[in-house]
């Protein structure tokens, strides 16, 4: 059998998915649920009793894996929440394992277990993405503001790299983590990963702003070391990139990946979205088509155009900016709302852009 490199496979399968106007990629939410309530979390709003309840069941989560396989996907992240905390986790990855689905899992590593670890041993993901916001007890449960989950966390990290699964660990920079950030590269550097650090936070899913005190200020980010600072700038910035000129003609809304058809996202009562964060408008695939509500979506989200004299609408630095209409949305109501906050971080990243063009000599 001939052998292709990962990264061939993948551009060749996406080009031909989008050929035939199949989606790639899903991401699934299986619950809110998660054994921790970390001060920033835009979900932990839905991590409650009352909502969890509501919550797909083992036998529905399975009729939507049909659906979306069949959609033509290849890519699919289970997420949260923390999606081991379901009791049948085993059982869903087992299921979509079966069907050929290539896999990630977002967890914060709290609620692993032997046999989770065991069972991954045998039938890897293709990564395990694990959230380190802090290396040492009392700033992690500060954060986590739950007691003695900093042990559990531990545990389950190295449940991971003992049985030697995919790994990749990211962290959530903020006020609080600021000054550990040092000890956090160490400790992930010394695990021969890479430190993948993002500043961006906004709102939860209620529109709850509580988060959004933990930002950064500009400045505070200058202060990063230059690698940091680098991968803070640039870490999501691929999402946003979009034709200038093609915006000046045609005024899109959507200036990320929404519009493009390559995938979607489904959350704990089996609604499907193309915005993580707007979620609207949604249909409900238990009852509904993956295929044909992608298209009905797709319809509608491809034809938003700017409706006010936003300041976004003709802002010559957008395609350098983190802000969107979901960012936009829930933190202002209004999907064309300009934010200060990602305003000042635009032009940051175009002081950035601007410097390693001269430094490589390239084109403005």
């Known amino acids: 059998m001939r052998e292709i490199e990962y990264k061939d496979f993948s551009l060749s399968t996406h080009q031909k998915n989008w050929r035939i106007k199949k989606p790639n990629v899903c ?43 069949n959609s033509g996907v290849i890519w699919l992240c289970f997420t949260g929440g923390d999606p081991l905390t379901r009791k049948d986790f085993l059982e869903i990855y087992d299921y979509a394992r079966k069907k050929g689905l290539i896999m990630t899992i977002f967890t914060n590593t709290f609620s692993m277990t032997e046999e989770i670890a065991d069972f991954l041993k045998r039938y890897p993901p293709f990564v395990i993405e694990v959230t380190l916001n802090a290396v040492t007890m009392d700033l992690y ?29 990211k962290t959530q920079l903020t006020k609080d983590n600021f000054k550990e950030k040092d000890a956090i590269k160490k400790y992930i550097e010394g695990l021969e990963l890479r430190f993948r ?16 005190a933990l930002r950064f200020s500009t400045d505070g980010i200058l202060s990063l070391d230059n690698k940091i600072g680098n991968d803070c700038i640039n870490e999501e910035q691929k999402k946003y990139e979009f034709d200038n ?5 045609d005024n899109p809304l959507f200036p990320c990946a929404v519009t493009g058809g390559d995938g979607f996202y489904i959350d704990p009562y089996g609604n499907m979205f193309l915005c993580n964060l707007i979620r609207r408008p949604f249909i409900n695939i238990l009852s509904g088509d993956i295929s044909e509500g992608l298209k009905g979506l797709l319809s509608q989200t491809r034809t938003e155009r700017f ?5 976004c609408r003709k802002c010559s630095i ?31 990243n175009k002081i950035y852009v601007t410097a390693k063009k001269n430094e490589q000599g390239l084109p403005f």
């Open 307 to 311: 409706e006010t004299d936003s300041r």
């Open 27 to 69: 991401q699934f939410e299986l619950t809110f649920e998660c054994g921790l309530r970390c001060k920033h979390c835009y979900t932990d709003c839905y991590n409650n009793p009352g909502d969890i309840s509501k919550e797909l069941k083992t036998d529905e989560v399975k009729a939507i894996l049909d659906k979306v396989y």
């Open 141 to 169: 449960e500060y954060i986590s503001q739950v007691k003695g989950s900093y042990e559990k966390m531990k545990s389950g990290l190295q449940m991971i790299l003992d049985r030697k699964l995919p790994l990749k660990i």
């Open 245 to 249: 000129k093609a915006a000046e003609i």
């Open 318 to 348: 957008r395609n350098m900016c983190y802000n969107c209409p979901g960012k936009a949305y829930l933190e202002t109501g209004n999907k064309e709302s300009h934010i200060d906050y990602y305003c000042s971080l635009a032009r940051l």
């Open 197 to 212: 650090p993002t500043v961006l936070l906004h709102p939860r899913l209620n529109k709850d702003l509580a988060p959004c």
